[in-house]
Nanobody, 130 residues
């Protein structure tokens, strides 16, 4: 069964840090662009960060620039999202998603368009609260 499995979420105080992981199960992530999305209660899903299959292209939403860092370790078949200086507004379920690059879409579409993704994880909850 092909799936993505997120882990690393939890309850953290403002200013704290977490490392979220996204592991591929049943398939190798090497060929896939990976994006992290999040959805807060009552809000639309938003793209947070993304990394190309080669790792050469990385992007962040303006709201997380300078605080979040995405990386991938293909040997471990895992993509990470280091989240630092957390704020209450970062509270959300964080999802990772994978896209096998397709000529049909723009090079960066996978960073913000959930509809182009091929696989989704079930999410990990990040709660930032004192």
């Amino acid at each position: 069964q092909l799936q993505l499995v997120e882990s690393g979420g939890g309850l953290v105080q403002p200013g704290g840090s977490l490392r979220l992981s996204c592991a591929g199960s049943g398939f190798t992530l090497d060929y896939y662009n990976i994006a992290w999305f999040r959805q807060a209660p009552g809000k639309e899903r938003e793209g947070v960060s993304c990394i190309s299959n080669s790792g050469a292209s990385i992007n962040y939403a303006d709201s997380v620039k300078g605080r979040f860092t995405i990386s991938r370790d293909n040997a471990k078949n895992t993509v990470y999202l280091q989240v630092n200086s957390l704020k209450a507004e970062d509270t959300a379920v964080y999802y990772c998603a994978a896209e096998r690059p397709k000529a049909l879409y723009g090079a960066q579409d996978y960073c913000t368009r959930g509809d182009v993704m091929d696989y989704w994880g079930k999410g990990t909850l990040v709660t930032v609260s004192s």
